[in-house]
Nanobody
Framework: QARLAESGGGSVEPGGSLTLSCVGPEYGYNRMMGWFRQAPGKLREGVAAIDTADSTTWYADTAKGRFTISQNSAENTISLRLNGLQSDDSAIYYC???????????????????WGQGTQVTVSS
């Protein structure tokens, strides 16, 4: 397992924005990168994913139009821009990596073998 490190979480008011970042070793060996989140009492869910080779992206329905995943290969980073945050977006956000390519399972946690420890996003008025 590769160790990933997330950053950029924090507390914002509804409608606010945050940018999460993920850095990890052996970036070039990870074909797929994804962002997942888990709130207390809820299951872990996929938010967004990206194919690091061709930049194809996938989004959960709740993320479309609000969140944007991107990569900076020169800096070995993956980012998730969170716009229009709502209270239901409050969760610990995790970065994940996989050496496999699967568009069908891009937002499925079981497809990823490497994880970070998460960064907290809290949205409240």
């Amino acid at each position: 397992q590769a160790r990933l490190a997330e950053s950029g979480g924090g507390s914002v008011e509804p409608g606010g924005s945050l940018t999460l970042s993920c850095v990890g070793p052996e970036y070039g060996y990870n074909r797929m990168m994804g962002w997942f989140r888990q709130a207390p009492g809820k299951l872990r869910e996929g938010v967004a994913a990206i194919d690091t080779a061709d930049s194809t992206t996938w989004y959960a329905d709740t993320a479309k139009g609000r969140f944007t995943i991107s990569q900076n290969s020169a800096e070995n980073t993956i980012s998730l821009r969170l716009n229009g945050l709502q209270s239901d977006d409050s969760a610990i956000y995790y970065c994940a990596a996989s050496k496999r390519k699967s568009g069908m399972f891009a937002l499925m946690a079981g497809m990823y073998e490497s994880w970070g420890q998460g960064t907290q996003v809290t949205v409240s008025s």
